[in-house]
């Protein structure tokens, strides 16, 4: 039983010799790493901080890029809430302008004085709109484009190919080149044939 003892006892000392040793060898290794890298030439060193300096100066450049097109942005669109505010008043115009034709009440020659100055002050926005690059969208007679037209319906008709505007119930305009809003319309559509059924003769 002793002898069994002291070869247990031997195997056991012999293993965490074999574990001690393991683990004195990788600290060893990590040591020599970390002896390495303090052990950095001048020239590494100098690599490595100039290395450092030109990512701080790239990201530093693309940071100021991304300022310089926020600023751009900001000053050529700030005013887009302003214009779509200011498009409310063309609106308000035709609307008026349609309510006068269809006024029964007022004489035709009343109807035209009206219209003639409504028509004046209409000009006149589009001209202030035309000096601040706001510019209307071509719509009538045109291919419907979802970039800059919203379909409102649809219209049969056999003369026109499918899919051209061919009524405007709102006016679009752009900014700058950039959408303000879509103009509102109408687009044709082909249309549909009815068969005619063929009538049953009555019996007599």
């Known amino acids: 039983m002793e002898k069994e003892n002291d070869n247990t006892s031997e195997i056991n000392n012999e293993a965490e010799n074999e574990v001690e040793g393991k683990e004195k060898t990788v600290n060893e290794d990590n040591n020599s790493k970390n002896d390495q890298k303090e052990e ?45 505010e200011c498009l409310n008043l063309t609106d308000n115009l035709e609307r008026s302008k349609l309510s006068i034709i269809n006024d029964e009440s007022l004489e035709k020659k009343n109807k035209d004085k009206i219209i003639e100055h409504i028509d004046i002050i209409y000009k006149d926005i589009l ?25 409102m319906l649809e219209i049969e008709d056999a003369d026109k190919e499918q899919g051209t505007v061919v009524q405007e119930v709102q006016k679009g ?4 080149g950039r959408l303000l809003r879509p103009s509102l319309v109408g687009v044709s559509k082909k249309p549909q044939k009815t068969e005619e059924k063929p009538q049953k003769k009555e019996k007599n």
């Not at 990201?59 to 900001?74: I, V």
């Not at 305009?173 to 700058?176: A, H, Q």
């Open 173 to 176: 305009f752009t900014l700058k």
């Open 40 to 84: 950095l030439s001048p020239e590494d060193k100098l690599r490595e901080i100039e290395d450092k300096l030109t990512r701080s100066y790239a990201e530093l450049e693309n940071q100021r890029r991304r300022y310089e097109k926020e600023k751009d942005e900001a000053y050529e669109f700030g005013g887009m809430t302003l214009a779509k």
């Open 127 to 151: 001209s202030i709109f035309k000096k601040n690059q706001i510019e209307e969208i071509s719509a009538l007679g045109e291919k419907m484009d979802p970039n800059k037209h919203q379909a």
